[in-house]
């Protein structure tokens, strides 16, 4: 099916776009801005907001309508597939499907002092009215918070021979997420850990995309709840070790 | 602006202050008997040694480490450097040089005159404070007699990008919409760095490192637009972490306006030992009250990781201790941007009300303080539009009820750093809000049985429980329980306990005594000459 975006009628193409350019607000900046929309594809670009920045910048807000349409046909998206359950039904699942706690560590890898993600979903409290993993009678939850190096997380993994692996990153900024994502992959790899447990990895630009593309099983993005989570791993440890 | 009144009771006021006063006194004896890594660095630099090895190792960290190896670091880094100077007839900064490059062994050099060294000791350390009081009288004389103090609540914006030069352009370009103080984000983790790197850098994540040359960068820059529009713009870095008193130095000597400097937040919230932040802040608040650096503290953590509304009672504790530290050190009440923020959950029915509450409460707590208000980011989901109307709604809290530094709230928060025009929404939806309310407050009274009143009692109660508790089994151990922010530290655990080093009798550091004298602080610290 052929979609467009949607205004105010059916395939109308209309979208909002707003930005900053390196000009003097002015006739010219506007002219440039009308022109810069009109060049990605846009037809009847026009520039409903110039407000001047200061020093040599404008910001314009801009209404445009595309001709460019998607056939959704044409699309495969990567979703993560399992079942979710609440934190009881985890519970019960897991002890009678496993029959033992699953060890679950938690971290913020590297450079990235940011712990909200993680403590959202371990942390006894949890998210949005959902009890983190802490909470769970069937798992056993090591936090070990911001800025863990790899190796050390490897080392406690091993140590206390955990089930999975919940790595958060935050920062992004120049894609240093990417990249202490391999390090830690390129380490499980190495340690002989990565097909000893599930790797699992979550954040607010991570898609699920993104995690397979790294080699994790995983990615959960924005607005992702604990029993989420914990539905997962649960699943999926059942899925393991019945295919050991 | 006339904010709104709550009348808080004034004896739980005082109850609160009495208590925060004795737990911070119990800390003393800690304070006085030891020294950091981080303190010695700092006399090192305030007698002009900069500069780092090949390996990007700084002068400083060197001296003071071949001074920990020779096991003489209780005695005071200066006492060997002045030595070395006196015997070699030479420059603090050369001998660091020589320490560095050629393995001069400072224990080596015998301990000469004492006259000469204490003679060479007034010198350097008055040409250092001739410095900071000449750069603290400027500052004063541009921003309150040449120029006048902008109205509060101040528009204070970040600029993050991790390039210095880029930051300039930035920071100019939001001075120039109207912002009254820049921000120039960390680089991420610094906070655990035990030293400052060295020089201008050009990359950083998530912020840009907070070296003493991207200081004088963006002080130099800001002092350009400053002059355009003829008003003073405030430049501000943090302080917190392993570094704290050599930050507050750096930022003393570069003209720096205001330093996040907490008293807890390296220990409950990048794990950092209690002993050592507790010992580092103090001298760290020395120098910005001589300087007259506004303090920023980081209440706002609290409530990125635990809930608003149940922990909002940690928030007051907090600002309460943080008050107390400062007050040791020496600091007037305008000076403490105590912390605290717009994090309840906007889900909540009726959340204005508390929050309107908890904002009342910490204006009355700390009528003197320069509060520092923080804008909404744990809530913030990416849909930039109800972002946009959550910091209308914290504008408007802030305005009503009288905040002093409004760290204005950017519609891409959990996005991305801010874009140039994310800042340029954010001053102008303060001003429009600023504008609009400005009288409101005094058109309304609260009633003694309001929820708003009733609410923030509660939490002024809940605190003094805390309070007391933390009283009678001391803050650390009440650290060590997990009562503050739910996280539990340990006294032996965190980084940077092995920079912490008990004094020698005849320990010496003649800043402490300078700082002292100049703060009419009395108190037992050793201070001594050399002897």
Redesign the interface.
């Known amino acids: 099916m052929m979609i467009y975006p949607y205004g105010d009628t059916t395939n109308d193409g209309a979208m909002q776009l707003?930005?900053?350019l390196p000009l003097k607000a002015g006739a010219l900046a506007k002219e440039a801005a009308k022109r810069l929309v009109k060049k990605m594809g846009f037809e009847k670009a026009e520039v409903v907001s110039m407000?001047d920045?200061?020093?040599d910048?404008s910001?314009f807000v801009v209404y445009g309508h595309t001709t460019t349409g998607i056939n959704t046909d044409d699309i495969q998206v990567v979703e993560a597939k399992f079942d979710h359950m609440d934190r009881v039904q985890v519970d019960e699942y897991i002890e009678e499907q496993i029959g033992r706690k699953l060890v679950v560590v938690g971290a913020t890898i590297e450079?990235?002092?940011?712990?909200?993600g993680l403590?959202a979903i371990l942390?006894m409290?949890g998210y949005h009215g959902d009890y983190g993993l802490e909470r769970y009678k069937n798992f056993e939850v090591y936090n070990m918070?911001s800025?863990v190096l790899c190796e050390d997380l490897i080392k406690k993994c091993k140590e206390v021979k955990a089930d999975a692996i919940l790595v958060s990153q935050i920062?992004t900024?120049?894609n240093?997420h990417v990249k202490n994502l391999s390090k830690l992959m390129d380490l499980m790899e190495a340690e002989g850990l990565r097909h000893q447990l599930i790797a699992a990895v979550g954040g607010?630009r991570i898609s699920h995309e993104l995690a397979l593309e790294l080699g994790y099983d995983i990615g959960f993005g924005?607005?992702t709840i604990p029993s989420q989570v914990a539905s997962y791993i649960a699943t999926t440890e059942k899925e393991r070790l019945e295919n050991e | 602006m006339e904010k709104l009144k709550l009348r808080l009771k004034s004896e739980p006021v005082h109850q609160a202050k009495e208590i925060s006063k004795e737990i911070v006194e119990d800390l003393m004896g800690l304070i006085r008997e030891n020294t950091t890594t981080s303190i010695e660095r700092t006399v090192l630099r305030f007698f002009g040694i900069t500069g780092a090895d090949i390996d990007d190792t700084p002068y400083v960290n060197i001296i003071v480490k071949h001074l920990m190896k020779k096991g003489v670091l209780e005695m005071g880094a200066s006492l060997y450097v002045l030595n070395a100077c006196v015997y070699h007839d030479k420059e603090p900064e050369e001998i660091a040089k020589m320490v560095a490059e050629e393995n001069l062994d400072l224990t080596e050099i015998p301990m000469g005159d004492y006259d000469k060294i204490n003679a060479l000791s007034q010198k350097l350390t008055q040409a250092a404070m001739d410095h900071i009081t000449k750069i603290k009288d400027e500052r004063d004389q541009l921003l309150y007699k040449t120029w006048s103090d902008p109205p509060r609540p101040y528009k204070y914006v970040i600029v993050a990008t991790?390039n210095i030069h880029e930051d300039v352009v930035q920071a100019?370009?939001a001075?120039?919409?109207g912002a009254d103080i820049i921000a120039v984000i960390r680089?991420?983790?610094q906070?655990?760095l035990d030293y400052v790197p060295e020089g201008a850098t050009t990359e950083g994540?998530?912020g840009t490192y907070a070296t003493q040359e991207n200081f004088r960068i963006m002080r130099k820059a800001l002092d350009v637009v400053g002059k355009e529009q003829n008003r003073y713009i405030r430049l501000v870095n943090y302080a917190s972490g392993l570094c704290m008193p050599e930050i507050a130095m750096m930022g003393a000597w570069e003209g720096l306006d205001f330093l996040l400097n907490d008293s807890m937040y390296g220990i409950l919230f990048?794990?950092i030992n209690m002993k050592r932040t507790i010992i580092d802040q103090y001298f760290s608040r020395l120098i910005c009250a001589a300087s007259h650096i506004t303090i920023n503290t980081g209440e706002d953590n609290y409530l990125?990781?635990?809930?608003a509304i149940e922990k909002a009672y940690a928030v007051t504790a907090s600002q309460l201790i943080n008050e107390a530290f400062a007050l040791k050190a020496g600091m007037e009440p305008k000076y403490m941007g105590l912390g605290h923020a717009f994090e309840i959950n906007p889900d909540i029915k009726d959340g204005l009300s508390y929050e309107i509450a908890h904002a009342l409460l910490t204006r009355e707590l700390f009528p003197e303080a320069t509060l520092k208000y923080m804008p909404p980011t744990?809530h913030m989901?990416?849909d930039i539009f109800k972002g946009y109307a959550m910091n209308t709604m914290f504008n408007f809290v802030s305005v009503l009820t009288g905040q002093d530094i409004q760290l204005l709230g950017m519609l891409t928060e959990?996005?991305?750093?801010p874009?140039?025009?994310d800042r340029?929404l954010a001053v102008k939806n303060a001003d429009y809000i600023f504008n609009n309310a400005f009288s409101l407050g005094k058109e309304f009274s609260i009633d003694d049985d309001s929820f708003i009143s009733q609410r923030a009692h509660k939490v002024l109660e809940q605190a003094i429980e805390l309070l007391e508790h933390t009283r009678e089994v001391g803050l650390m151990q009440s650290i060590e329980e997990a009562n503050f922010a739910?996280i539990k530290r340990t006294q032996t655990g965190g980084k940077g306990l092995d920079g912490v080093v008990k004094k020698s009798p005849k320990y010496y550091n003649p800043f402490e005594g300078v700082f002292r004298r100049l703060l009419n602080i009395d108190s037992q610290v050793f201070e001594g000459g050399v002897r």
């Open positions: 707003s930005f900053t407000q920045l200061g020093g910048f910001f450079s990235d002092a940011h712990t909200v403590d942390n409290k918070g800025q920062v900024q120049k240093i607010p924005p607005g | 991790g100019q370009t001075a120039r919409q680089s991420t983790a906070s655990l994540f998530g990048r794990d990125t990781t635990s809930d744990k989901t990416g959990a996005i991305h750093t874009f140039m025009q340029y739910d």
